[in-house]
């Protein structure tokens, strides 16, 4: 606020404001400020794998299956606001984890925790964690979080102590925050992953019976980038 007034008194036509106009340009000033910090320290706390990946830039142009207005509904954050999730399934290259980054950023944005993690390296520190103690400590973190980013899942069946690990997690989130799966294995085939019949029931009635979804089609961005011209 100070640094506005400076700013204020330094302009050719501040002696025609009124105190009140000062001050609630100076107080503007302020909120702003404040604002900008908060989501730079909430992209900062994300850890997204793409930090520059923002919703205004999304490409509608290729052909992949994105529906302009579906995505711009999301992004309006009504669905984080209800506790639902959002599952973005496709080939590898076509972008699961630059959406699910963008739209990461647009929670933050609106004033929403986020942290995005990588599945396989997730289990790993899980694991580790219940060997070192930080076991609870981790999952409190990775349950109060008001939008979890799990990218890469299903990409191997997964062990007793991945499924028991994945359904603690699902389980304390389940209609009280919001998730996004990235996966290149489409859902139908999640059951079989995750191996056990009553744990995977368990697991996919709260992950996918409320959940949005995004199928990404066409062929990877990165073999199109890497094409000779």
Partial sequence: MAAAWRELADQDNAT??????????????????RADKRV?????????????????DIDFT???????????????????KAHENLIVTGH????KSWLACAIG?????????????????????????RLDGRFPRLLDK?????????DDFATHALTDQ????????VEE??????????????????????ADPTVADAILNRLVHNAHRIELKGESKRKQKNAPS
Avoid at 162 to 169: A, D, M, V
Wanted: with cysteine.
């Fill in 105 to 129: 950023r647009q929670a933050a944005r609106l004033d929403h925790t986020v942290l995005y993690v990588r599945a396989p390296r997730l289990f790993e520190d899980l694991a580790l964690a």
């Fill in 173 to 194: 989130r389940y209609r009280r925050k919001s998730t996004i799966v990235t996966a290149q294995t489409p859902v139908a085939k999640w059951h079989d992953l995750i």
């Fill in 62 to 80: 290729t052909p992949r299956g994105l529906d302009r207005r579906n995505m711009m509904a999301l992004a309006q954050g009504e669905w984080l």
């Fill in 16 to 33: 025609e404001l009124g105190r009140d106009e000062w001050l609630g340009l100076m107080l503007d000033r302020e909120a702003a400020m």
């Fill in 92 to 95: 590898t290259g076509t972008g």
């Fill in 142 to 150: 990775l349950t109060r979080v008001q939008l979890l980013i799990l």
């Fill in 40 to 56: 730079r320290n909430r992209l900062a706390a994300a850890k997204l794998r793409f930090p520059e990946a923002c919703v205004e």
């Fill in 162 to 169: 991945q499924r028991f690990h994945l359904f603690e997690i």
